[in-house]
């Protein structure tokens, strides 16, 4: 049906198109507009731009891999209405090779308002998790101030999308959201979303009534969300460290919460960090040698120590927005951030943000 009405839309667009192009400007533009909207919405196959923190200034390295002193963006990126925070995912990355992260599943993307993919989208999204009891939705919105990627700034745990103009949405495996071209100034959307977020009250006395109610299943996670490069051994440093720091947690939920406080608690925050070796591992290098960094250092321990535990687990960069009692605020590379996102068996994708307090105002945790 779909094809079907797309062959007929480009029909019409094509009858629409004058021949003379100077006589009939208003129609021309029409065709043009309705060739892009079916482009947008059924044919979208073209490379995009995706968001990285090094846009912001957080890899000064480049190429050799995560580390160095940042040279952060001061730039305002986007104006953000909420109610309280709000973790705003650009990328998420499943594989890490010591040095760096990547990406190996989001090579498939799948249109946000497709009936065909709407079972996919609800398992990717956990719109069916947890089950009853659940946090209450909150709502918040996004307007751009600066040129940027084609990726939406959204939580995880969508519920609702309303987009701008000429904003058509498509998602991948990773549960990321984009549109077919690079975000322009003055383009804006609004979400509706669930937040889990570890360490919230409303999270952990939710993540405690499911423990009382016995062991969940876990679905069928993709091995990605284990796997660790095979130089980091499981009977290792980190292994080891990941073990001592969870201590005698019980559920998988109280073992991430216990890695998390962990790294809050012994590590220090700092943007003043030499350049990692680039013969190290650099999650070793941040846990044992310098002890201190930024959130890139500790969303990528968590992630990698969460994993030894046998929790599947994805490092994520994007912005976290902090609204106060203005419920808004402009976000600038002061607000970039990254984070990991553990899955929780009857939970889904929860955010664990492992990173110290910052010692002053205008550091980013």
């Known amino acids: 049906k779909a094809l079907a009405i797309a062959l007929a839309l480009a029909f019409l667009a094509q009858a629409l198109t004058p021949s003379h192009r100077q006589t009939l400007p208003k129609a021309e533009q029409l065709a043009a507009d309705l060739r892009q909207r079916i482009e947008d919405t059924f044919f979208f196959t073209s490379s995009r731009n995706m968001f990285t923190l090094a846009s912001q200034g957080y890899q000064p390295m480049g190429d050799r891999g995560l580390g160095g002193t940042p040279n952060i963006s001061r730039n305002p990126v986007l104006s953000v209405k909420a109610s309280g925070r709000v973790y705003l995912r650009g990328t998420a990355l499943d594989t890490y090779n010591g040095r760096a992260w990547f990406d190996s599943l989001s090579n498939q993307r799948y249109s946000w308002q497709s009936p065909r993919f709407s079972g996919l989208k609800a398992s990717l999204f956990n719109e069916e998790l947890p089950e009853g009891d659940r946090v209450e939705p909150v709502t918040g919105s996004v307007t751009v101030l600066n040129p940027l990627p084609s990726t939406l700034f959204v939580p995880q745990r969508l519920r609702a999308l309303t987009l701008g103009p000429d904003m058509v949405a498509y998602f991948n495996a990773s549960s990321e959201v984009f549109i077919t071209h690079d975000l322009e100034v003055g383009n804006s959307y609004s979400f509706r979303h669930e937040p889990y977020v570890a360490g919230e009250a409303r999270s952990d006395a939710l993540a405690a009534r499911l423990d009382q109610a016995g062991p969940a299943q876990m679905p069928e996670l993709d091995g990605a969300y284990l796997s660790l490069p095979g130089h980091l051994e499981a009977g290792g440093m980190v292994a ?89 605020v402009v976000l600038t590379g002061l607000d970039a951030h990254a984070w990991t996102e553990v899955y929780i068996a009857g939970m889904g994708w929860v955010v664990f943000d492992a990173t110290a307090p910052r010692p002053q105002d205008g550091e980013q945790e």
């Open 240 to 328: 080891n460290l990941a073990r001592e720091a969870a201590g005698g947690a019980g559920s998988p939920y109280q073992q991430a919460l216990a890695l998390m406080r962990y790294l809050k608690g012994n590590y220090a925050y700092s943007l003043e960090v030499p350049d990692a070796p680039e013969n190290l591992d650099f999650v070793s290098h941040f846990l044992f040698d310098t002890q201190r960094g930024y959130c890139t250092y500790f969303a990528s321990a968590m992630t990698v120590m969460a994993r030894f535990l046998g929790l599947p687990a994805r490092y994520v960069e994007g912005f976290l927005a902090r609204p106060g009692d203005a419920g808004s």
